[in-house]
């Protein structure tokens, strides 16, 4: 099912709510818009960007108890388009009223996948526009593909204040073909969202299309390789994994799945089973957004520079998985309610999966004395969500290993954002990648928030580096070098430039818990 035929689909309710971090079912989704359309009266050029669960204070979710009352709260993001202005609220379920309601001067929440598709028809139905790529030689406008994107903030007076894209735009040969394979270079049309009008057509020259498609699926290419035997991966006891509503136990791990359309996938409540208690190790951790900055200075690409969390929502664009391609074995799905431009919940059903993979060898020793061998293998339990921004594909993969180790994976797939130039021309600023088709040099840089919880809310940040000792008294052969902790008690201090050569690594530590040597994680001094 692609996003937009999600957004169509018919809301369903999860399962009851059991826990406080437990997300915001349809009905919570629709009765939050309803409650706060109705206190604020809310008129009809109103966008819902976000309706999600007020998480509650972290005491209260850590102080829980199974059966104990759960207030739920809802928090939500609005944007007036009439006024171009932007609004927090928080909702009470439990009193249906409005608690909170302020203004935030000077911002702009993301854009909604509703704008996405507004904005493309005005595109493509605006004279400016129309006449641009007509000194291109497309007559058909139906067959032009529109990805916005955001316009930063370069200081023009033109632009100040208002909510604009930047129409990137691209030219298929049929309604299936893969546009990214030949964009429309040198038109970029400016839209204002709040008005969802073309402010201007920017025309920095005419430049060929690309003369080669683009194209990858089977309807174009025919028969897959075939030179590969089926993989089967079973379970007749089916998983080792155990799933109470959004609450997971396996081996001995405890966790708790949560999604919002800005994060995405979230996971909360980790802890570790240690002689039959659960000692606490992350609170909640999240992409706290990510930046693609692209390095070609020319023309209007210099303002290329996403914040694909912050700015298009990577919970929004999840796509819904298929076993057999995205998940392979035993699967247990997770849908994600989230919310629409009107406030109206959708489901994206199987937005998150979850399953057990064999990793191979986890420890293993041969005694060449006795000639015996003991070995265990690695098995991890895998939490993944995909999203498609556009062009590419990002896909979050959470592993949990037997041996304690928690491990995030980022995976890129998808295709190359792309631009054209003139026959002949080499780019600086990037790779040819197919006749007269550019892929933009660029990075993506993605910062995850770690709310961390070892063993309690006592935690301390060390960096670790690894130290030569000086050569001298006490090493008198030049070979000594040992582990170094430095304490990082602010922010401030915890700034670095990345440094390789010292093998550097990050240790989060309780020093109020001591280990069965009587020592802290770290020692404090």
């Given at each position: 099912?692609?996003?937009?035929?999600?957004?169509?689909?018919?809301?369903?309710?999860?399962?009851?709510?059991?826990?406080?971090?437990?997300?915001?079912?349809?009905?919570?989704?629709?009765?939050?818009?309803?409650?706060?359309?109705s206190e604020r009266q809310l008129g009809d050029r109103v966008?819902?960007?976000?309706?999600?669960?007020?998480?509650?204070?972290?005491?209260?979710?850590?102080?829980?108890?199974?059966?104990?009352?759960?207030?739920?709260?809802?928090?939500?993001?609005?944007?007036?388009?009439?006024?171009?202005?932007?609004?927090?609220?928080?909702?009470?379920?439990?009193?249906?009223?409005?608690?909170?309601?302020?203004?935030?001067?000077?911002?702009?929440?993301?854009?909604?996948?509703?704008?996405?598709?507004?904005?493309?028809?005005?595109?493509?139905?605006?004279?400016?526009?129309?006449?641009?790529?007509?000194?291109?030689?497309?007559?058909?406008?139906?067959?032009?593909?529109?990805?916005p994107w955001s316009a930063g903030n370069y200081g023009y007076?033109?632009?100040?204040?208002?909510?604009?894209?930047?129409?990137?735009?691209?030219?298929?040969?049929?309604?299936?073909?893969?546009?990214?394979?030949?964009?429309?270079?040198?038109?970029?049309?400016?839209?204002?969202?709040?008005?969802?009008?073309?402010?201007?057509?920017?025309?920095?020259?005419?430049?060929?299309?690309?003369?080669?498609?683009?194209?990858?699926?089977?309807?174009?290419?025919?028969?897959?390789?075939?030179?590969?035997?089926?993989?089967?991966?079973?379970?007749?006891?089916?998983?080792?994994?155990?799933?109470?509503?959004?609450?997971?136990?396996?081996?001995?791990?405890?966790?708790?799945?949560?999604?919002?359309?800005?994060?995405?996938?979230?996971?909360?409540?980790?802890?570790?089973?240690?002689?039959?208690?659960?000692?606490?190790?992350?609170?909640?951790?999240?992409?706290?957004?990510?930046?693609?900055?692209?390095?070609?200075?020319?023309?209007?690409?210099?303002?290329?520079?996403?914040?694909?969390?912050?700015?298009?929502?990577?919970?929004?664009?999840?796509?819904?998985?298929?076993?057999?391609?995205?998940?392979?074995?035993?699967?247990?799905?997770?849908?994600?309610?989230?919310?629409?431009?009107?406030?109206?919940?959708?489901?994206?059903?199987?937005?998150?999966?979850?399953?057990?993979?064999?990793?191979?060898?986890?420890?293993?020793?041969?005694?060449?004395?006795?000639?015996?061998?003991?070995?265990?293998?690695?098995?991890?339990?895998?939490?993944?969500?995909?999203?498609?921004?556009?062009?590419?594909?990002?896909?979050?993969?959470?592993?949990?290993?037997?041996?304690?180790?928690?491990?995030?994976?980022?995976?890129?797939?998808?295709?190359?954002?792309?631009?054209?130039?003139?026959?002949?021309?080499?780019?600086?600023?990037?790779?040819?990648?197919?006749?007269?088709?550019?892929?933009?040099?660029?990075?993506?840089?993605?910062?995850?928030?770690?709310?961390?919880?070892?063993?309690?809310?006592?935690?301390?940040?060390?960096?670790?580096?690894?130290?030569?000792?000086?050569?001298?008294?006490?090493?008198?052969?030049?070979?000594?070098?040992?582990?170094?902790?430095?304490?990082?008690?602010?922010?401030?201090?915890?700034?670095?430039?990345?440094?390789?050569?010292?093998?550097?690594?990050?240790?989060?530590?309780?020093?109020?818990?001591?280990?069965?040597?009587?020592?802290?994680?770290?020692?404090?001094?």
């Amino acid at each position: 099912m692609t996003i937009s035929e999600s957004i169509t689909a018919e809301a369903s309710t999860l399962a009851p709510v059991s826990h406080p971090l437990d997300p915001l079912t349809a009905h919570e989704i629709a009765e939050a818009s309803a409650i706060l359309k109705s206190e604020r009266q809310l008129g009809d050029r109103v966008r819902f960007e976000t309706v999600v669960l007020q998480e509650p204070d972290k005491k209260h979710v850590i102080d829980y108890r199974s059966g104990a009352p759960i207030p739920r709260s809802a928090f939500l993001v609005i944007l007036d388009n009439e006024t171009a202005s932007t609004f927090e609220a928080v909702v009470s379920l439990d009193e249906r009223r409005v608690v909170s309601w302020k203004h935030v001067p000077g911002v702009q929440p993301r854009v909604m996948f509703d704008e996405f598709l507004e904005c493309e028809a005005v595109v493509r139905a605006d004279p400016q526009f129309l006449a641009a790529i007509a000194k291109r030689g497309i007559i058909d406008s139906s067959l032009v593909m529109v990805d916005p994107w955001s316009a930063g903030n370069y200081g023009y007076a033109d632009e100040e204040g208002r909510r604009l894209v930047l129409a990137r735009c691209f030219l298929r040969s049929s309604p299936t073909d893969n546009g990214y394979a030949r964009p429309i270079e040198g038109v970029t049309a400016v839209v204002d969202l709040n008005s969802m009008e073309v402010v201007r057509v920017d025309d920095y020259g005419l430049v060929p299309l690309p003369p080669e498609d683009g194209n990858y699926g089977a309807e174009f290419v025919g028969k897959f390789r075939g030179d590969v035997k089926p993989l089967d991966i079973t379970q007749p006891d089916g998983p080792s994994f155990e799933v109470n509503g959004w609450g997971v136990s396996w081996q001995k791990w405890r966790l708790r799945v949560g999604f919002t359309p800005r994060e995405g996938l979230v996971i909360h409540n980790v802890g570790y089973e240690d002689q039959g208690r659960i000692r606490p190790v992350l609170y909640r951790a999240a992409l706290s957004d990510m930046v693609v900055p692209y390095g070609d200075p020319s023309k209007d690409h210099y303002r290329k520079n996403a914040f694909d969390a912050g700015e298009y929502g990577i919970g929004s664009l999840t796509n819904t998985l298929t076993l057999g391609c995205d998940c392979l074995g035993e699967i247990h799905y997770f849908d994600a309610v989230l919310n629409n431009g009107l406030g109206e919940p959708f489901t994206i059903p199987s937005a998150v999966c979850m399953h057990e993979e064999d990793y191979g060898i986890l420890w293993k020793h041969t005694d060449w004395r006795t000639n015996q061998t003991e070995v265990r293998r690695s098995r991890r339990l895998v939490v993944s969500s995909i999203a498609t921004v556009g062009n590419y594909e990002y896909g979050f993969f959470w592993y949990f290993y037997q041996d304690g180790t928690i491990q995030m994976e980022i995976k890129l797939t998808g295709i190359i954002n792309t631009a054209a130039v003139p026959e002949g021309e080499k780019p600086k600023y990037g790779t040819l990648v197919a006749p007269q088709l550019n892929a933009h040099i660029h990075q993506h840089f993605f910062n995850f928030r770690l709310d961390m919880d070892v063993d309690g809310g006592s935690n301390s940040a060390f960096e670790v580096n690894t130290v030569a000792e000086p050569l001298g008294q006490d090493n008198p052969h030049g070979n000594a070098f040992y582990a170094q902790a430095t304490p990082l008690r602010t922010e401030h201090e915890a700034q670095r430039v990345v440094d390789p050569m010292s093998g550097r690594y990050w240790i989060i530590s309780n020093p109020s818990v001591t280990n069965a040597l009587g020592n802290p994680g770290w020692p404090t001094s």
